[in-house]
């Protein structure tokens, strides 16, 4: 090596992949990005192609070496995180077709697909002892709902797969040809009983699919490594060629993506266990760590050493929150002219209007009385946290016939606070049960604007901080090549060193609090008169009859 070490991060989410080369300090040197495809057939159906998304991997990691001006040989280490998608892959090594298009190359259900939402609902009946650590209901964006749904529909696909990988598994697989599994992906999306270093074969039997505990369970993880593990012999010559990077050089084990956030995000300066991290993106994920478990209702976990080593992991969050955003806009009609304006001035759509908001308001807290009576729940996709229901659905309170500008600020603004709301319902949940969590730490693009941090502390009552690296899922993937490499003891060691704080964003007390509670207390009562819909004595009955 001439030089002083660097470290890649690879970032694999759900519209791009993004790579960066950092210093041994955690400075971001240079970084590229690389759009991937995504199909979507219909609603309940989302997949893509690891072909794709490797190809995208090589070609970003690639770009970010060359504006970084560093050398290969300098890169010691590299960390992958990506979505918490499925990869299904054949004997020979490709993928195999996941949807009913039979197309070879789609071989991933990705993370946001439910597709398998009455798999889901058939594992939750089995009250099995797993699920208690799954927040007692498990999910149809986790993996074996999904590969149930495989076996049902697909099982030519499913018995000719030699591995099913989550999607950070696949690209470290890639990357050296290890088969290892990251202990994050496995506890946290598998059902893996990482406390007791096993899985639970009858979990699997009860469910339908007693066939993977064959082998030790080898076609989803014979062998289980903690995020930071270096793989294998590092780099194989083939991947090394394709990356740009020289033959051996240390991978590590990776994490999700919104774990690889909450990695990056804490510093030696941040209490790990009482702060939770809520990564600001398509979706929403929150994370919080702590010495002991809890066990939440309709928060995942708890899940041991999933993130952060040797402490419990709870994670939820809510399915779409950017993507809401988007969603809820479009409905407006201003929007497609707001959006040219928009262009105009080179600023996505929710940037332009949350400019648009800051002059309105004379503090940034003082936003929130923009929203008049207008409500939003933004369940679009259902509701992640803290009530596990991927049926539930968007309700907007309060609308009226306006069409102006003024009207899309409103409603932009009520669904911002619909996510802070959504945000308080979690860690209100979360108290109850024992966690303490006493402020908040934003990543994400969008929540690193100060509207939208004053908002979210507002909302939640907690303070917001953002850490001073404005890329910090990009910083955590690279912390685990640093682990990897030995540059530093282990995953622990490089939070401390490559990671520090930035500013921290109070709430607004008295009449801004007031103002919260009130909505706060509607939005909760919207949530539970929407469930009478989805009681068979209403919706159902009357579809019933109308068939009759």
């Not at 469910?207 to 270096?230: H, M, Q, W, Y």
């Not at 956030?261 to 929403?284: E, I, Q």
């Not at 040797?310 to 009609?333: I, K, T, V, Y």
């Not at 969008?446 to 908002?455: C, E, S, V």
Request: hydrophobic residues 40%; proline residues 6%.
């Amino acid at each position: 090596m001439s030089g002083p070490p660097h470290f890649i991060g690879v970032d694999v989410g759900t519209g791009s992949v993004r790579a960066g080369v950092f210093d041994a300090n955690g400075q971001l040197l240079a970084h590229a990005s690389h759009d991937i495809q995504l199909f979507q057939d219909t609603p309940d159906h989302a997949e893509q192609s690891s072909a794709d998304i490797w190809q995208a991997v090589c070609k970003t990691t690639r770009a970010a070496i060359t504006k970084a001006s560093v050398a290969p040989q300098t890169i010691v280490g590299i960390g992958f995180d990506a979505t918490c998608s499925l990869v299904v892959i054949g004997a020979d090594g490709t993928g195999l077709p996941v949807g009913v298009s039979g197309e070879a190359d789609r071989d991933i259900i990705v993370w946001l697909d439910h597709r398998a939402t009455d798999q889901a609902k058939r594992i939750n009946q089995s009250g099995h002892r797993v699920l208690k650590y799954v927040g007692g209901v498990i999910s149809p964006e986790m993996e074996t709902p999904k590969l149930l749904w495989l076996k049902e529909n697909l099982p030519e696909t499913y018995q000719s797969a030699r591995h099913f990988f989550d999607l950070v598994d696949f690209l470290s697989w890639k990357a050296t040809g290890s088969t290892a599994r990251s202990m994050c992906t496995v506890t946290c999306k598998w059902t893996y009983m990482a406390h007791e270093k096993a899985w639970d074969a009858t979990y699997f039997e009860g469910i339908g699919l007693g066939d993977l505990s064959k082998d030790n369970f080898a076609r989803i993880g014979a062998d289980i490594v903690e995020p930071g593990t270096p793989l294998a012999q590092g780099l194989t010559q083939d991947a090394a060629d394709a990356l740009g990077l020289v033959p051996g050089t240390p991978v590590a084990a990776g994490l999700i993506d919104a774990h690889a956030g909450g990695v990056g995000a804490m510093t030696g300066d941040t209490d790990v266990t009482s702060n939770l991290v809520y990564v600001f993106g398509t979706s929403a994920c929150t994370m919080a760590s702590s010495e002991r478990p809890h066990f939440i209702p309709g928060v995942w976990g708890p899940y041991h050493s999933a993130m952060v080593p040797g402490l419990w992991l709870n994670e939820g969050g809510q399915s779409s929150a950017g993507a809401a955003m988007e969603r809820l806009l479009a409905l407006h009609p201003a929007a497609v002219g707001a959006a040219g304006a928009a262009k105009q001035s080179s600023q996505s759509l929710p940037d332009y209007l949350a400019a648009l908001t800051v002059e309105r308001a004379p503090h940034l807290s003082e936003a929130a009385y923009l929203a008049g009576t207008l409500l939003v729940i933004p369940d679009f996709l259902g509701n992640r946290a803290p009530h596990a229901d991927p049926e539930a659905r968007a309700i907007i309170a309060g609308l009226g016939m306006d069409q102006d500008l003024e009207s899309l600020i409103a409603l932009y603004v009520a669904g911002l606070l619909g996510i802070g709301y959504g945000l308080r319902q979690i860690i209100e949940t979360s108290g109850a049960s024992g966690a303490t969590i006493k402020s908040v730490t934003v990543i994400g693009g969008a929540g690193r604007h100060p509207l939208i941090a004053q908002l979210l502390a507002d909302c939640t009552g907690l303070p917001v901080i953002h850490p001073e690296q404005p890329e910090p899922v990009l910083l955590g993937a690279s912390m685990l090549g640093a682990s990897a490499s030995g540059s530093v003891p282990n995953l622990n060691a490089a939070m401390s060193k490559m990671s520090s704080p930035g500013d921290t964003i109070a709430p607004t007390h008295g009449a801004i609090t007031a103002l919260h509670n009130t909505r706060f207390s509607v939005f909760e009562s919207l949530q539970k008169a929407a469930q009478v819909l989805k009681k068979p004595t209403s919706t159902e009955a009357f579809l019933g009859h109308a068939e009759a």
